[in-house]
């Protein structure tokens, strides 16, 4: 069964910046790729971007040059660096693998 724990959330000021990691089990984590996604207040959740198993990454442009995406295979974990935040960055965040969901990991920039 795989499942991933996200961490690192947490209340930023805008131009702020937070990592969230996701750790997986119970999967060839160097196999697959992983994706993330937030959700924010009354919207539907969206896609931020991805890294493949090749460690190529893609990212939605509302985050081009905030936002970095990074895996390491040996700790089957993947990361989101996220910089100069800003408060429409607020919303809960998500990763993806294999299909299966992280529980979430909120994330507020606010002053």
């Known amino acids: 069964q795989v499942q991933l724990v996200e961490s690192g959330g947490g209340l930023v000021q805008p131009g702020g910046s937070l990592t969230l990691s996701c750790v997986v089990s119970?999967?060839?984590?160097?196999?697959?790729?992983m994706s993330w996604y937030r959700q924010a207040p009354g919207k539907q959740r969206e896609v931020v971007g991805g890294?493949?198993?090749?460690?190529?990454?893609y990212l939605v442009d509302s985050v081009k040059g905030r936002f970095t995406i990074s895996r390491d295979d040996a700790k089957n974990t993947a990361y989101l660096q996220m910089n100069s935040l800003e408060p429409g960055d607020t919303a809960v965040y998500y990763c993806?693998?294999?299909?299966?969901w992280g529980q979430g990991t909120q994330v507020t920039v606010s002053s």
């Open positions: 119970g999967s060839f984590f160097n196999q697959y790729g």
């Open positions: 993806n693998h294999r299909e299966s």
């Open positions: 890294i493949a198993s090749s460690g190529h990454t």
